[in-house]
């Protein structure tokens, strides 16, 4: 179910106007590109998978919008997929997304993925309001991860950014550095895919599987008592 809180955020003074989105997606996997041949899971959704949902409620070929956003997942699990490889020369095409049963025709992987994934993203406006009109009315279906892993909308509502020296840190995604919870750990995600999927531009950060408390925190902001790091997308050199 999908609320949209409309009033103007309260209260006046420096502060940066954005639209807070929740999502929730029951199923859902982000395979970590680090292993390759494996179907290692990332504990977190990567800024290229948000970035892609948001192209397809906009029906944009990308979206290279500034945004912060927290992630967590009430479990995870493992199951088993039949995948069906396609040969490269051609001898054995797909039929209705199968191929025939010959030998390597078909194999079983486990596919391990989070179960109950709560994401809340923050988009400065205008984009923020832009966004939030499309995801009203999408373009495209709403996917996080596999085609299959539909996401929902929770929420869509206005905030007020403020400047903070200290927050409540959660399981908000920081940039290295940006606090010095003892239970943080690295992750390295993909921040943009180019169209032709050929590069791709990779960021470290800061998250806490358990929820951290309040914290000093360092180039943050705060949504209400909640921490919040902006990330801008990475510039992608022109090409000939």
């Known amino acids: 179910m999908m609320t949209d809180t409309t009033t103007a955020p309260p209260g006046s003074g420096d502060g940066i106007e ?10 859902a996997s982000f ?5 390759p041949g494996l179907t290692r899971c ?7 998978s948000l970035r892609g949902m948001l ?4 029906g944009a070929a990308a979206e290279p919008v500034t945004f912060g956003y927290s992630a967590r997942a009430a479990g995870s699990g493992v199951d ?14 797909a ?5 025939r049963a010959i030998k390597s025709g078909m194999t ?3 596919r391990p993925f989070l179960a109950h994934l709560m994401v809340t993203l923050w988009i400065p406006n205008p984009d923020g309001r832009r966004i939030a009109a499309a995801l009203r009315r999408p373009h495209w ?30 399981h908000a995604l920081a940039p290295p550095g940006g606090h010095d919870a003892a239970t943080a750990i690295t992750v390295r995600l993909a921040e943009t895919i180019d169209a032709n999927r050929l590069t791709t531009h990779y960021g470290d950060y800061l998250w806490c599987a358990e929820p951290a408390g309040r914290l000093p925190v360092r180039h943050a902001l705060r949504d209400g008592d909640h921490a919040v790091w902006l990330r801008h997308a990475p510039a992608v050199a022109e090409r000939r």
């Open 18 to 27: 954005a639209t807070r989105v929740e999502l929730f997606a029951p199923v």
């Open 31 to 35: 395979r970590d590109p680090m292993f």
């Open 42 to 48: 990332l504990p977190v959704p990567p800024p290229s």
């Open 55 to 58: 192209a397809a409620a906009t």
């Open 80 to 93: 088993a997929e039949t995948y069906h490889p396609i040969a490269t020369n051609g001898t054995n095409p």
């Open 95 to 99: 039929a209705g997304g199968r191929v």
């Open 108 to 110: 079983l992987k486990d």
């Open 141 to 170: 279906a709403l996917r996080l991860g596999r085609s299959q892993d539909l996401v929902f909308i929770r929420s869509i509502t206005r905030v007020l950014l403020r400047p903070a020296d200290e927050a409540v840190v959660g």
